[in-house]
């Protein structure tokens, strides 16, 4: 990422996610700005201004100074509209005239303590958190609270500090304007740790399902917009968009790592699941258009894998009789590879309708032993060619003389005991 924006022209990189322990020693060294470089770099010409945050979070409660108690008093969502409160009896007031002195020589004691972590005296104390300043009194009551403070500390010489609202971008040039010279460093911090022994690495595995749902969206989107560039369709161009959002949405740092409480998790799922779907309605109106079907409506085409809900697994839905097959390649290159449909009988042949002629696919049918499936579905696997850009058609259709032409299979029989003692009956142990 620090090398991404270097490239993009980014200054500054403020950091916050960073192992505890690192944290404390950055902060004992006075090291919590630093040049961040690649591990190639020999020139320093990827160097980037990196700033650890050197408290546990960047919420307001955590990042005014070392003292919890006394940040969250500071933190002035609390006085409306917020679900958290304050530990160790802190209390959130507003500022008056009656207790600004007060609350400025308090705030001002913790900027002290944290600006004795860096090597220039200038310090950056966010304000606010995550979903903050949603709504209009949050706004309000953050500035008319800490105006009067500014106010009071800036005309106070004795405080002896300078305050007052900015950008991270006026952070780094004030510091900058101290003209430190920084020290480098490289790594890329994994693994983060919080607190305690909780690390931050499981996210590469956890909920792996809903990391598949992710992959599966990301390239059905990506074919719908392709073919959609092709045969617009304005009417459907709002679920194109909402597929999109909920797309990005989902590369939330708690979305596609799996982070999220269950009930977050859920609606990610419904929303994954419902983008999903509202790309095969846009194909199968695509489709339809494409091929000029008179006497079939949009909904009469259905995906050959459908899925129920968001927490089900993907199932083939079953080909009865004469069926198209209508397969999208959205790459520039010829594709050719293996699929699979789920036929309601052994006595199914697959063939290719290419330039109004038929021609003869590679193919084979084998048992469906899957849960869902009737005992008389089959799998019919056939290796379809699919040009570039483009839509092929392939048929299934009713082949009795498959019937005559079936393969025997022979059961050597076998015979469990329990789960610690299994053997087979008809054939040499494989067990010394």
């Known amino acids: 990422m620090a090398y991404v924006n270097k490239l993009f022209g980014i200054k500054g990189m403020h950091v916050n996610r960073v192992h505890y322990s690192l944290k404390q020693y950055l902060g004992y060294t006075k090291n919590l700005n630093f040049n961040w470089r690649q591990s190639w770099d020999k020139s320093g010409s990827t160097d980037i201004h990196a700033h650890i945050g050197p408290f546990f979070a960047y919420a307001s409660r955590f990042s005014c100074g070392p003292d919890y108690e006394v940040c969250c008093a500071f933190d002035f969502r609390n006085l409306r509209h917020s679900p958290y409160s304050c530990k160790e009896g802190a209390h959130v007031e507003r500022t008056t005239d009656a207790n600004v002195e007060r609350r400025a020589k308090q705030i001002t004691k913790q900027w002290r303590k944290k600006a004795a972590l860096h090597s ?16 209009k009194e949050q706004v309000e009551d953050v500035y008319d609270n800490y105006k009067p403070l500014m106010e009071y500390i800036n005309n106070n010489k004795e405080l002896n500090v300078k305050v007052k609202f900015g950008t991270i971008s006026e952070y780094f040039e004030a510091f900058e304007s101290h003209k430190k010279k920084l020290p480098s460093l490289t790594g890329d911090f994994f693994t983060y740790a919080d607190r305690d022994f909780d690390y931050w690495s499981a996210y590469y595995t956890s909920r792996a399902f809903y990391k598949n749902l992710d992959r599966e969206l990301e390239s059905h989107l990506r074919l719908t ?42 609606d990610y799922g419904n929303k994954l699941f419902n983008a999903y779907n509202n790309c095969t309605k846009i194909l199968t109106g695509i489709l339809h258009r494409a091929i000029n079907y008179e006497n079939a409506y949009p909904d009469s085409f259905l995906p050959v894998t459908r899925r129920f809900n968001f927490n089900s697994l993907p199932t083939k839905t079953p080909q009865e009789g004469h069926r198209d097959l209508y397969l999208f390649n959205s790459l520039p290159r010829k594709l050719v590879l293996p699929q699979a449909v789920r036929v309601t009988g052994v006595e199914f042949k697959v063939e290719a309708t290419i330039d109004g002629g038929t021609n003869h696919v590679s193919q084979q049918l084998e048992p469906d032993v899957s849960k869902d499936a009737d005992t008389n579905y089959a799998i019919l696997a056939f290796l379809p060619t699919v040009k570039p850009i483009s839509i092929t058609r392939y048929s299934t259709r009713v082949n009795k003389e498959i019937a005559t032409t079936r393969a025997a299979v022979t059961s050597i029989g076998f015979k469990v005991e329990n789960a610690d003692n299994v053997y087979y009956k008809n054939a040499p142990s494989p067990f010394p």
């Open 120 to 135: 220039a005296p200038v310090v950056f104390a966010e304000i606010g958190d995550d979903f903050e300043y949603s709504l």
């Open 225 to 266: 917009e392709i073919f959609y560039s092709v045969e617009p369709r304005p009417e459907l161009l709002s679920d194109l968009e909402s597929a999109r959002r909920v797309l990005s949405l989902f590369q939330h740092h708690d979305g596609i790592t799996g982070t999220s409480m269950s009930k977050v998790v859920d």
